[in-house]
């Protein structure tokens, strides 16, 4: 069963850290590449982050950049995104997801519909 579940989520207080993981299994992460979205309520679904399939490319919302860092680690087949300074807009449902390796370039705003394999989210809330 292709699957990947996403962990790590919870309630901080403004300026606080998370780190969330996203892991795959059934199938390998290494050759795709990866995204993380979140949705909050009443708001449409928005990219985060991505990290290339061939170098490791890195790609952020302006949004979360300097903030965020998304990682991976194909030993354990999982991603990662660690959340730091975290402010009260961030709050949001958390999504990773892995599509082929064209998702995550320079353009990898226009490709946040080509995913293929999503997760089931992971909450964070952001509040003092």
């Known amino acids: 069963q292709l699957q990947l579940v996403e962990s790590g989520g919870g309630l901080v207080q403004p300026g606080g850290s998370l780190r969330l993981s996203c892991a795959a299994s059934?199938?390998?992460?290494?050759?795709?590449?990866i995204g993380w979205f979140r949705q909050a309520p009443g708001k449409e679904r928005e990219g985060v982050s991505c990290?290339?399939?061939?170098?490791?490319?890195?790609y952020y919302a302006d949004s979360v950049k300097g903030r965020f860092t998304i990682s991976r680690d194909n030993a354990k087949n999982t991603v990662y995104l660690q959340m730091s300074s975290l402010k009260t807009e961030d709050t949001a449902n958390y999504y990773c997801?892995?599509?082929?390796?064209?998702?995550?370039?320079?353009?990898?705003?226009?490709?946040?519909?080509?995913?293929?394999?999503w997760g089931q989210g992971t909450q964070v809330t952001v509040s003092s």
């Open positions: 997801a892995a599509g082929p390796a064209y998702v995550c370039g320079p353009s990898w705003l226009t490709f946040l519909n080509d995913y293929h394999y």
């Open positions: 059934g199938f390998t992460l290494d050759y795709r590449g």
């Open positions: 990290i290339s399939r061939a170098d490791d490319n890195t």
